[in-house]
């Protein structure tokens, strides 16, 4: 098959632009070549660019061949049970906002249960249809939190794709190396050969696979070109030793505090906080202990705070940050960088001996209280200390911003990524039977999918509780949605109840009962749908069976 082929002449490229310029103005503004102006002005466009095209056509001069692409790879995987296969055309055959208009009705929105069907296929290590990977590749072209599932599930094939499409050229970029092979690693010479002269996502690629096999092998292929590297691919690479960190890379990392980058410098002061042990987490341990000690003037014991007040060159090749933000004091993000990169443990022998819990609960003198404990949230999400992040996210029925922690819904989400996933939906389960769904949705995004029983249950419950509060349910349509993609499947015929429309109570919003109705109709048709999905992806069982 030939390539697309050229004009012979501009003459005919400059009338055909004509054509078109006429069309796009009108025939009222722009009178066609060749035609009289009036009412047949444009029957009369339509004719000569008919004439044209086929004029144009024949007119094009035959280029050379291009090159036949090589046979894709093969795919080894087993391929999706027939039902299965159907029901993934179907989902990507979904257009989110297909319905039109604020209210979704009781059909589900299809789109968004591609990630869990995609993250249930790949557990299962099966191969999709070669039909439906355009689809699906152009699914993930739209939806960047699809990648990684979609192209895990597409396989080989989808690289394949991506050199033939443009528009699947992500593809390209989300697999290490482009989809190059990379050498066997233990092939020293070949390692070593596309370390040096490979390009920089192979060099990303090959890296990374050392660093989750090897620690190391990696940092020590790392130190031979370190010098050499430019400083934004120091950077990369130095983020991949976040993978498999340990005591081991302090001296590398040590070494990276006196980068010229000082983006490198930072990301290396932040790995060696993350080193409890390390010579920075004990110098930071230092400078932070002498802005924090127990004050005994008052009515009992508190905590007295003396920001620092200055950052000198030290503490900015530890990391620290000299300029504070706009609108933020110099003292206090000097303090709050300190304090976040000093390990925990310096804490209780500071503080008289206290556990992480009676610390929390301390007064804090002068109003330090917010910066000090927002500064322990971010250094327990870093160090990941699930004691001190039990204790700054206190119990789950204290007030939003009243609890031991005094801490944000935001930092409270992101100390619950500590947790285990069970104790994380336990408290977010105790949060939503005290506080309602009205601020529970940050805190369910970071709760492990399917929602354990207890949590779901408590879900259920608030929904329950605002429906018939009168409430109109798109105030909670963010949690519905959360629903509807996490709850339990074997939940549905828990909801069967909640399907009739209820009698609305005098000072409840007009139509509110209806609308509820269709809301948890579309939940429970949605959670029904996903069970069938999942048994679809099962493997067929034994004969007879």
């Keep these: 098959m030939n390539s697309p082929s050229v004009p012979v002449d501009s003459p005919a490229a400059s009338a055909w632009e004509e054509l078109v310029t006429a069309a796009l103005l009108g025939t009222d503004r722009r009178t066609p070549p060749g035609c009289a102006p009036g009412r047949e002005a444009p029957v009369a466009l339509l004719d000569a660019a008919a004439a044209e095209t086929v004029r144009r056509r024949a007119g094009l001069r035959p280029a050379p061949a291009a090159q036949r692409p090589q046979p894709a790879p093969e795919d080894p995987r087993p391929a999706l049970p027939p039902a299965a296969a159907r029901r993934l055309a179907m989902l990507l055959a979904d257009r989110p906002g297909a319905a039109g208009g604020g209210r979704r009705g009781t059909s589900p929105d299809l789109v968004e249960l591609l990630p869990e069907w995609l993250a249930r296929a790949n557990d299962r290590g099966l191969a999709p249809p070669p039909e439906v990977l355009p689809a699906l590749l152009d699914a993930a072209r739209g939806r960047t939190d699809l990648r990684p599932a979609a192209l895990t599930f597409a396989g080989p094939r989808a690289v394949w794709l991506a050199r033939l499409n443009p528009d699947w050229r992500f593809a390209l970029r989300a697999t290490p190396g482009g989809g190059a092979a990379l050498p066997r690693l233990d092939d020293s010479a070949k390692v070593r050969q596309l370390w ?237 039977a005290t506080h309602g769904l009205s ?74 009962g209806g609308y509820w109705a269709e809301a948890f109709q579309r939940l429970v048709t949605t959670l029904r749908l996903r069970g069938a999905m999942i048994k679809e992806l099962e493997p067929p069982g034994p004969a007879g069976f």
Aim: charge should be negative; proline fraction near 7%; aromatic fraction near 6%.
């Design 196 to 432: 040096q002269e490979g390009l920089f996502a192979e060099r990303v690629a090959l890296l990374s696979a050392i660093r989750a096999r090897e620690p190391g092998a990696a940092r020590e292929l790392l130190t031979t070109t370190w010098a050499t590297e430019r400083a934004e691919d120091r950077l990369m690479f130095l983020d991949s030793l976040r993978t498999g960190l340990g005591p081991e890379d302090e001296p590398f990392l040590e070494q990276a505090l006196a980068d010229r980058s000082r983006n490198v410098r930072a990301t290396a002061a932040e790995l060696l906080s993350a080193l409890p042990g390390s010579a920075l987490a004990a110098r930071m341990a230092v400078r932070a202990g002498a802005c924090v000690a127990l004050d005994h003037t008052g009515d009992g014991p508190a905590i007295g705070v003396e920001a620092p007040h200055e950052c000198d060159a030290s503490m900015e090749r530890d990391g620290v940050v000299a300029k504070a933000p706009a609108g933020r004091g110099e003292r206090s993000w000097w303090f709050g960088q300190l304090v976040e990169a000093a390990p925990l443990s310096t804490w209780p022998g500071r503080l008289g001996g206290r556990t992480p819990r009676e610390i929390v609960a301390l007064p804090v003198t002068d109003d330090w209280r917010g910066e000090l404990h927002a500064a322990w949230c971010r250094a327990a999400v870093r160090q990941r200390d699930a004691e001190w992040a039990r204790a700054l996210l206190g119990s789950p029925s204290a007030p939003e911003a009243g609890g031991p922690g005094a801490v944000s819904l935001a930092e409270r989400a992101k100390l619950l990524g500590t947790l285990g996933p069970a104790e994380r939906a336990e408290w977010v389960a105790g949060f939503i």
């Design 439 to 512: 601020e529970a949705f940050q805190l369910l995004g970071v709760c492990a999918a399917p929602w354990a029983a207890p949590l779901g249950r408590a879900v259920v419950d608030a929904l329950n509780i605002a429906r018939d509060a009168g409430s109109y349910p798109w105030s909670f349509s963010g949690v519905m949605g959360l629903a509807e993609r996490c709850l339990d499947p074997a939940e549905a015929s828990r909801l069967d109840g909640l399907l009739a429309v209820p009698d609305e109570p005098e000072d409840a919003s007009p139509g509110a």
